[in-house]
């Protein structure tokens, strides 16, 4: 039976300190999260709050603005947490103080509604995003309650929950619906885990249970609308069928990592074992014919998601960064019903790659998208539907969340980060502190501070990457007991005890699966948890004129000077002599080649000095 | 001084009379025609121009309905023009009687505008298509007034060019704008031919002459509906400049092509030597930087048009059918002005590739969008926007006029087709008879009929696909004179003189700019003008899988059984051990590969069997 057993060791308890990510919090706490509070405000969705909006009026309040508020909310909320800055505390109180007026006599909230169409509340749950706000809106009273220790907010979310739980459910007068972009269910089971209310968790597997039955909800909703319920590909929203039927992951991408997510929740609350199953059917999907090597995933920009197994073209490719986040969020709740490891390579794959290079080192410019293959993309500073920029705040802010779990009997190390976490293990402080100059190194050493001898299983991830990884005591080899994919080492651990993990790290030549069209005849490069780029301004030739020959030697060299310090990997290419093409767009015989240097950079770094062709699939010489 | 020195054979002069284009011919007359009319009747577009609409009635005849109808009304005159028929004789009298009563007052036709939106009459050139659709009628009259020598069209159309020259002009209370969707520009010109009547040439000219003047008419349109007149890309109905300072093809690809129709038309009626310049600069940019091996254009289904150079992707390629023929009309205008055979090697690329894959061997479901791979791709008996089946027809039903043209001093034979035309040299009446199994074959026998014997050059085209031409003359080597890819022979032909033509037709591997990103590493196969593709139904292994090694010999066999009798390409390539290879999305290591027979056949007969996985590009192995 699925139960939460590996429970994530809050952001709180885990101090990050490394070379690696400690510079990347840092502009996110000082650059993005500023940065989203400056462009919610220049573009009117503080504001909103004020419910001061007239016919008329520019901008009009948009159904989703709620939400990116709600998500740089949370990331500063996180943030504060963590650092404490009054100035932000009493931004966020005095913010707090404007949604708390904007709550409705009967607990509904909502900027749009509540002014521009107050006659449309709830009736179309299918596209207007207004419980998808809501679940929003709960998460960062969650994580303001949780970081300052006011209910401010959260009172005001548990009495507009408590409202939705009037209006939606099974009973006779309620209404049988639920959001079409998924958010609430999650957001309610975590507004369950701080408040200790069953009826959010009930009311979270209600909307999770209902979604897709029969006669189908947003149909119904539409003909009342006066639409032809036909014409709506009910796969886009994840209610084509119900849930525990559902075997491909499909639709809209990142509402189906937001259902998923909900579902591994309430499976592990619930001890839901159909439910843990659908999960795993879907997840098994994902990871062996949806998923792009960054960890990105939705294929087209036309569904912002899914369309057909192994097609996963790079140019076009969406690989939307809310939807890597979601990919981490739902990768991040299996592993807490389950330590097995392929969870977390899948969430350090997404982190590394797809997640991070959404963001600019500067921390003001985003990606919406991130493909594998481009020309002229460009991060930019904000959307007008602006989920990415603050979705990706809230993560990093609580990133450290990521790193380590705890069951009643281990300890467990799900990512590589030089830091150092407080735990409490039956009842004893005992600290974990890492050492790494991971994702450059594979060198991890891990010390335990103790104040008395504890036994604890202590499990190490030996990421799928890896091959040939070495594990010692105190300086003897140790083999550990190896479990999906972790090495469990068991013993009364000592203060100052230190185990060494050596996980080789050579540049790889990775493959994609042979009806990966997009990739035939192609490799990419990949050392450790990064997938490799190249960049046009590292090269005299356009990208796309190089080609890697199967056999060419590969290597690396840190480069303490280039972006913020990082292993560029180096190789002896071939490229095509375009001065000898000429200017024929066909010609019967193929072009001569010449050798030339290939340098690839960590894909997550993209984008950061010139706008310029980039790749991640080579072909093969 | 540019001049219309090469005027085409009229189609009604040319007999077709082969293996290839004959059965296809009589598919458009017996089945293409008869089903555009039966669809254009039942989705309303026929009974549109009864004007019996109102408010609440569906369907809403639509703003493109009455250019549909045009090209089939063109299609069907074509067609009678060739081949009497009574019955369609009168269908097409019956349904120019109803056009005739729809007309206004004033001389305004438009079935949408005249019920619909009446109020709204050339309020939005931009995108109303209301200019475009007359254009389609006049193109209409002309070919019915030609086919039947009735004025009944051509004259309801005469009233309404006059009416529009009325109301579209510089002086001083005309409106100075033109068409978002370019057409009438070339249906003037054609106007102007039949009817003698200059106003028709000057109005063509005013609305090419006034395109992207500024200040834009399309701006001060927007600003008059109270729209923001900067959010419109003008680039996409190519008004952003003058079209003399236009240097590359851009925007909507049918749009451009019926453009540069038009500008070639009025360069060669008006000896103007700034408008063939600015047609040959853009000829030069489209096929040396954007056009497909298929003679397909439009590399994005968006704008559905150009994108930027070298952006030729596959499995996206829009490469509409429409934008197709556009092509094959500018480029065969194009060499009316100049004998090159790029013109004619471009036309025969576009015909015997892009445009003839967009119809299925029984001719009644197309292809609106035609790429060099596909997936699920699959024919359709309709479209919403039906732009595309009647644009075939029309096109097809008066295919013959492409194949040969005269000037005053020769006659050219453009295209090789088994065919008798009938000529009029200097008074004297002439046969030209092609026997020939082309595209099959490249052996090409012209003989002369002639009362007595008579001077003229014969110009015949070197394809530029053709290595080591070799011309007889009565069995005896000519090498003729070479003059900007024809071979001109000049004598005093004698009844019964035969020309033979021998181009060598081997089976080649054709290979992309290497900035053509989406085709690196890939080679097509192209015999004669046919350029090859793989299908799924062909492979035991899904094409993708097979690569073509570079050395692999090609061989070809005609299989009479296959499509109607087609030339198949074989080879043997590789294929990837899908087995070996296992789930695994990626890997360290490459695929397997073991040996697996390929077979390619025309790209223009993709899709008559079965759906499934289709390949233009291969990748070399």
Redesign the interface.
Known sequence: MPSRTFIPVPHTQVKIDDSFWSPRLKVNREQTIPHNYEQCKETGRIDAFKLEWKEGMEPVPHIFWDSDVGKWLEAASHSLAAHPDPALDSLLDNFVASVAKAQQPDGYLNSHFAVVEPEKRWRNLRDAHELYCAGHLIEAAVAHYQATGKRTLLDVMQRYADYIDFVFGPKPGQVRGYCGHEEIELALVKLYRVTGEKRYLRLSGYFVNERGREPNYFALEAEARGEDPTRFPYEYNQSHKPVREQTEVTGHAVRAMYLYSAMADLAGELNDESLFAACKTLWRHL???R?Y?TGGLGSSWRNEGFT?DY?L?N??AYAETCAGIGLVFWAHRLSQLECDSEYADVMERALYNNVLSSVSLGGRTFFYDNPL?A??HERQAWFSCACCPPNLARLLASFGGCVYAQSETDVVVHLYVGSHAQLSVGGQRVGVVQETAYPWQGAVTIRIESESPIRFGLRLRIPGWCRGAAVKINDTDSKGLAEKGYVRLEREWRNGDAVSLDLPMPV??????????AD??R??L?RGPLVYCLEACDHVA?V??L?LP?DAPLTCRFDPELLGGVMVISAEALR?D?AE?G?????????RTTSAALRAIPYCLWGNREVGEMAVWL??G
Chains 1, 2 share one sequence.
């Open positions: 990871i062996t014919k998923l090597l057909r097609d073209p140019e076009t293959a020309t002229t790889e030549r990775v493959y994609a699966h042979p009806n990966v069209r035939a005849g490799a990419g990949q356009p796309n004129h080609a199967a095509v375009e093409w200017k024929d767009l066909y010609r019967p015989h193929p072009a072909r093969s």
